[in-house]
């Protein structure tokens, strides 16, 4: 049970931060409907969010690697943004009124979810959000 509290935990975290970035970021949208519409669109997205990141930021990085090197990590900046384009196409897709237009709105996404995100993790007691 204390891992499905942590994963209703991290999913909660990716949805407040995802929630923040469409505030703060112009391109980044939430579109219009109830509050529990808005809300459940949120908690889908970061359940797509987080398996995205999953499943494809690991492979991205073994192929990746020597241009982790080469840029001394700054390549992740354009990887997360990419996924973060990812994300928003997935949902698009299957319905979800969450739109990301173009990567410079990907881009400030990613980090904005990033920084909430941490700050979020920090606030959050160890013992209930076991990483």
């Known amino acids: ?6 994963l209703a935990i991290r999913v909660a975290v990716v949805a407040v931060a995802l929630w923040v970035s ?5 391109g980044i949208e939430l579109g219009a409907g109830t509050n529990s519409v808005r809300l459940g669109t949120l908690v889908v997205v970061a359940i ?10 690991p492979l991205i990085k073994i192929v990746g690697c020597p241009l982790y090197i080469l840029t001394l990590g700054l390549i992740s900046l354009v990887v997360n943004a990419l996924l973060f384009m990812l994300v928003g196409v ?3 897709g299957v319905g979800l009124p969450f739109t990301v237009t173009g990567f410079w709105a990907a881009f400030w996404g990613a980090i904005v979810v990033g920084v909430v995100g941490f700050l979020l993790h920090l606030v959050i007691p160890d013992r209930l959000d076991r990483r």
Request: glycine content about 4%; hydrophobic content about 65%.
């Open 22 to 26: 469409t505030l703060l970021v112009d």
């Open 90 to 92: 997935i949902a698009e």
């Open 48 to 57: 797509i969010f987080g398996l995205v990141n999953a499943v494809l930021k």
């Open 1 to 6: 049970m204390p891992n499905a509290l942590a």
